[in-house]
């Protein structure tokens, strides 16, 4: 079975007009077209709108050349026809972050990368987050009017100058982009279509669409081709995007014959479990301290975060790695692991995750290193990682007690919404043939320091499977295979979806992992357990 | 099997959101909608230009009420939601002439006609036929951009404000109006859709399109409602439009067991031959005279033109009858007919169509006639119908010799082409069921008149039956129904079309039908020859 690209050429041979043989233009096109076998059962239209340059093409082209065909769901669209076959057939794959957007430029004939980029999201400047973001879109009453229409064309105006920048880099003209696939999170895509977002974040929570249809550039006023399709990876429900539905799609969960897992974190873990028979996920709030949105010196993966931390419990020293080497101005999601799992090692924390000071059986090496490392600020505790003079921003760069407990609490969530998860259907975590995870966290985390501090379950580390943004891979399959189109609808329809908030287990989960590494040690046999304090 | 109007309501009661029931708005409403059987399969698609205005209106009827939905056939469309059934399902039905258009408002709930009316199709001022529209829309070259644009523009216009008269006396918005059908000639909807005609007037008279796909009011600009589905009825070729495949579908040629034949006299004379199993059509410059466009008393049917002529050979009294009995001003096609056969009959005109002065043998009752009526204007011999004092406008209302041969010469090539279709598929005129007679030409005539001249066959006249505005009809019952709509594809595969001007044949049965009622009286046993002169 072949597995068709969103749009995709063919090449046509019609015979010429003549007196026998006068059907008109569109008519001797559509008669010429020999389909790949897969679409052969669809209808195949010819949108108005492109009737006059399909016709002009083809005409012009001697009535050969090469059609340029939409492969959607209900129908095969020709939409365009040239005198030749075109060495490429560029399409854009778009992570639609509530911040940044990621996006690539992709030939659907071969699959290859042409060009890869980042932007920020324009609706920035009316509100950092979704809840801010849903606000201003429905300030002007229910409906939502006119701060509706600014974050949408915000949001356009990102997509159009990427875009164009994609296609510049590429050689290529933003109009030669001939297909768009989305992905993002719920009130991301409803923005982008100026849909009301009003009820996503008002109880029952319900979103106004989760499976949009295939629509077109031009609806949106893309500056692509003007029929280029754009796909709109589905949602699940108001806190379960599109993004996670491409991340299962490029894990390939829903393909499999035995059972795994995919964590997402962002601004909530995101979780799904299954295999080719079922899927079930949730989503809690367990992301802010590992996203580094909420500690003090907490910052996203960028140049001067911290990335890697190292105590030699031998030498008492403290390493650590920013990324790009640059100076250190704070710390991101995977520092903060680091960090926090060899203050645990090197008992700088214990096991309910607070400093401490130590005891005669401390050695004096850490008694001079705590003395070095641990300060007050504000009254608060702090461990300093990098001195005022060695930081990028001359002052020191510091981990609190407060950051300490968010971080405490965000490990805790993320345990529990782990259980409880495959506790709703009886799963092991031995039983996990991998655990996917996904995002900047998942590229920058070490699984074995999660394990310490019992976020993560304590499993083989070939288990652990990072796989980058997977939000912007799924939306690259979506471009390149039908199957992939079809399989996302199928996982919207299969999914069930857990309300955490409502949860039982889940509270009692949660208490239970708010110790280093879990108050029931034997879960994570592999971790030290250091009684006493 | 229901068959479907283009457009449907489809009540809906669905669950009410829940904690427990979070599906979103637009998924919540394709669930709860149970489609009629005949549209289960297809795929039921949400157009994005109508996501908002349904999902508010779905949930302003608290999830309950009315869907409106678009019957295509390549999906079903959800274009609209109401809090309840509207007493009717208001679609217009177009006959889009070249110089007129004609519409009927139509409940598509029940097919009852909620109004008819006429205008002017405001092309007209630029250029009165079609070869002067195709010229104007193509005077700037080839792709012909700008006068296509102004004529599109007028019949735009033309086609709005009818809708808005039809709305308006039905006690209706125009933007009530949820679907239009369009029937007219092939370059009347090139020019509808701005598709160049250029290449219909130009050997080998190639359309851009034959059978468009069902496009939307929006699209085109059209004040109706804007997902209104615009259907219009398939071409066959350059000069056999849509109106005539309505024509088919009106009479119901296509389905039925025996044979039959259509016949449309409107610039061309176009007929068609055939039943359920096959269809075979052509089209000849039969018609200027016929329409009373060449003569030059000649105008359309319309008040004061002559449409009835009786000569009483006992009395010698000429009696005419006028549309709308207003003091004549022409004389239409029908009149024409009327007039030259009651004239053969009375002898002043002999078997080759030249008026006669009589002789020795005619009656005194005949010259007195022939001097009371026949009279010489500019050189020519002319047929007084009405006197200066009688007349609308003051000056006699006459047929003139070259009249009378233009009449001939029409009469000759409509039996000619009849010949030469039934003879292509060897069928006899005595082998035809029905003879439908379209158009206001097919109204008016007098069968046994025609049959007299030798322009239509000597068969019993229950075999003719005029069908009004055929094209009309047809567009009304592609509103109405699927099967319809079906149809009018299926005769536009099915139909083969033979061009005239290049037949022998033709040719051939043309000369032979130059006299009256034919150069071979026995086939017309009905009608009297005179001999001699």
Redesign the interface.
């Known amino acids: 079975m072949d597995d068709q690209p969103l749009v995709t050429y063919v090449d046509v041979t019609a015979e010429v007009?003549?007196?026998q043989d006068?059907?008109?233009?569109?008519?001797r096109l559509r008669r010429a077209l020999v389909l790949p076998p897969s679409c052969r059962e669809?209808?195949l239209?010819?949108?108005?709108?492109r009737?006059?340059e399909v016709?002009?093409g083809f005409r012009d082209s001697g009535f050969r050349g090469t059609a340029v065909v939409n492969v959607l769901?209900?129908?095969v669209e020709l939409v365009d026809f040239l005198p030749s076959r075109p060495q490429v057939l560029p399409g854009m794959a778009l992570d639609l972050g509530t911040t940044h957007l990621e996006a690539t430029l992709i030939d659907l004939l071969t699959g290859e990368r042409l060009g890869h980029g980042h932007a920020e999201n324009q609706q920035i400047r009316y509100g950092a987050d979704i809840l801010s973001r849903i606000h201003y879109a429905t300030s002007s009453g229910p409906?939502g009017r006119n701060g509706l229409g600014e974050l949408q064309e915000a949001v356009i105006r990102s997509i159009t100058s990427l875009a164009a920048d994609l296609a510049r880099e590429a050689g290529l003209k933003t109009g030669d982009i001939r297909a768009l696939s989305v992905s993002g999170n719920t009130t991301m895509v409803h923005l982008l279509?100026?849909?009301?977002p009003y009820?996503i974040c008002r109880?029952?929570?319900?979103?106004?669409?989760?499976?949009?249809?295939p629509?077109?550039a031009e609806?949106l006023g893309l500056g692509l081709a003007p029929r280029a399709p754009v796909v709109i990876l589905p949602?699940i429900?108001?806190y379960f995007g599109g993004d996670l539905i491409s991340g299962i799609l490029a894990s390939g969960l829903d393909q499999a014959d035995r059972v795994s897992m995919l964590i997402d974190v962002g601004t909530n873990a995101e979780v799904v479990l299954g295999n080719r028979e079922w899927l079930i996920a949730c989503a809690g709030a367990a992301g802010p301290a590992l996203e580094g949105g909420v500690a003090k010196m907490g910052m996203r993966a960028g140049p001067g975060a911290v990335e890697h931390v190292h105590i030699d419990t031998d030498t008492w020293e403290l390493g650590y790695r920013t990324i790009d080497n640059a100076p250190p101005v704070g710390i991101c999601g995977s520092g903060m692991i680091d960090l926090v799992a060899e203050l645990y090692l090197a008992r700088v924390i214990d096991l309910r995750g607070k400093f401490r000071r130590g005891g005669p059986s401390d050695p004096p090496g850490f008694h001079r290193f705590v003395e070095k490392h641990l300060t007050t600020m504000d009254g608060e505790t702090c461990f300093v990682i990098a001195p005022a003079a060695e930081s990028g921003t001359g002052e020191l760069v510091v981990l609190s007690q407060v950051d300490l407990d968010a971080m405490m609490r965000s490990k805790a969530a993320m345990y529990a919404i782990l259980t409880t998860l495959t506790g709703q259907v009886g799963v092991r975590f031995e039983d996990l043939e991998r655990i996917y995870v996904a995002g900047a966290f998942g590229k920058h985390i070490n699984p074995r320091q999660a394990i310490v501090l019992g976020m993560l379950p304590d499993l083989p580390l070939e288990t652990y499977q990072g796989i980058g943004n997977s939000s912007l891979k799924g939306a690259e399959l979506v471009l390149l295979q039908e199957s992939a189109r079809q399989r996302s609808l199928e996982i919207g329809q299969k999914i069930t979806y857990i309300?955490l908030n409502?949860n039982q287990d889940f509270m009692i989960c949660f208490s239970g992992s708010r110790f280093i590494p879990h108050t029931d040690p034997s879960l994570f046999p592999s971790v030290p357990v250091f009684s006493g304090d």
Do not use: K, M, Q, W
């Not at 279509?193 to 009301?196: A, E, H, K, N, V």
């Open positions: 007009p003549s007196l006068n059907t008109a233009d569109i008519d669809r209808p239209l010819v949108p108005y709108g009737c006059a016709a002009a769901p209900h129908g409906d279509l100026r849909l009301s009820h109880e029952p929570y319900i979103p106004l669409i989760n499976a949009p249809d629509l077109f609806e949602s429900g108001s309300e409502v």
